[in-house]
């Protein structure tokens, strides 16, 4: 079957940095994403990684281990409007989005 | 970025009746809508697939009489709950994608509330 794990929740503190994993099986592979939800809000676009290594983009960086399964999203100098849910999402080999549960980032002052 | 709006945002209505929510892919073609629902503190569940001019795919368990789509064009795609009872009452989200690109695009969500 398909599966894609993450952390149910996380608690950081604000200007720290927090890394949220990501581990998937599924049948195939075209690519891996993570989106942002607020509470009661649509999920937004936050980075698409197809090929390993690391995607930087602003505060947040994804990175994409295709070998291993595994993904992680790094954020940096946290404020509290990130407090939210991180989804990890995988297109599979029919190009169909698997994803997972979601992790509920908790950002303390 | 791409832009999907839904309509409407929110809704309640009575146990028996018909709710329509419309998506809309307001400057791109999008080829394929998803329609997903999400229940609290859930992740999201894809109920359909639809390519527009085509019958949606209904995921396993979602029953293609309760939930009709229909994707007429290129830029809607519309969901209908049919004899709403409370156990729908959801967050209802649709994403759209453009042919040969991978991103799906999500619309705000609406919330149905059946009483």
Redesign the interface.
């Known amino acids: 079957g398909q599966n894609i794990d993450q952390p149910t929740e996380m608690t950081a503190t604000e200007g720290a940095i927090v890394q949220i994993n990501c581990t998937y099986q599924t049948s195939g592979f ?2 891996l ?1 993570w ?1 942002q939800q607020h509470a ?6 936050l980075s ?1 990684n ?1 090929l390993d290594g690391l995607e930087e983009k602003g505060r947040f960086s994804s990175f994409l281990s295709r070998s291993k399964g595994y993904s992680y999203l790094l954020l940096k100098e946290l404020q509290m409007k990130d407090s939210a849910s991180y ?1 990890c999402a995988v ?1 599979d080999s029919n ?3 698997i ?4 992790t509920k980032l908790i950002i303390k002052p | 970025g791409a832009v999907v709006s839904q309509h409407p945002s929110r809704v309640i209505c009575k146990s028996g009746t018909s709710v329509k929510i419309e998506c809309r892919s307001l400057d791109f073609q999008a080829t394929t809508m998803f329609w997903y629902r999400q229940f609290p503190k859930q992740s999201l569940m894809l109920m359909a697939t639809s390519n527009e001019g085509s019958k949606a795919t209904y995921e396993q368990g979602v029953e293609k009489d309760k939930f009709l789509i229909n994707h007429a064009s290129l830029t809607l795609s519309t969901l209908t709950v049919t004899s709403a009872h409370p156990e729908d009452s959801s967050f209802y989200i649709c994403s759209a994608r453009e042919e040969d690109y991978n991103e799906q695009f999500f619309g705000p969500g609406t919330r149905l509330t059946v009483l």
């Open positions: 075209n690519g994403f989106y009661g809000e649509a999920p937004t676009f698409y197809v989804l297109l190009y169909q989005l994803w997972g549960a979601g």
